[in-house]
């Protein structure tokens, strides 16, 4: 079987949203461009932990980092980062109570 390079690099990209403090950091970063220590004490993890998932999202092209003479400060890919969290938290309807796949849009029978 042939891969796509480009289905390649969405999976790939697919499976670093797989982690949720690298989905913290992507929405950090849709806020504000920020330097690892700032993302370090926003999570409360350690710095060598904060870095390896930046790596991460780095090699998936969902950030930039951008050198500030010692600092590395990084930022979104392009606002398609941020629109992608946003449909996705939408359409897996966030911040409402779950309910199965099944059950949604149809009346529910009394017991």
């Not at 913290?24 to 350690?46: I, M, Y």
């Not at 790596?55 to 979104?76: A, F, K, W």
Request: one cysteine or more.
């Amino acid at each position: 079987m042939v891969v796509d390079v480009g289905d390649q690099l969405l999976a790939e990209a697919f499976k670093a949203l797989g982690h949720p403090t690298r989905v913290r950091l992507l929405r950090e970063l849709a806020e504000h461009q920020l330097c690892v220590s700032a993302l370090q004490e926003g999570l409360d993890q350690t710095q060598s932990n904060v870095s390896q998932h930046l790596g991460v999202l780095r090699r998936c092209r969902l950030i930039v980092p951008e050198r500030r003479g010692n600092r590395t400060c990084y930022h979104l890919a392009g606002e398609w980062v941020a629109q992608l969290l946003q449909i996705a938290g939408e359409g897996l309807e966030l911040g409402r109570p779950a309910r199965p796949a099944s059950t949604r849009g149809r009346a529910r029978v009394p017991r």
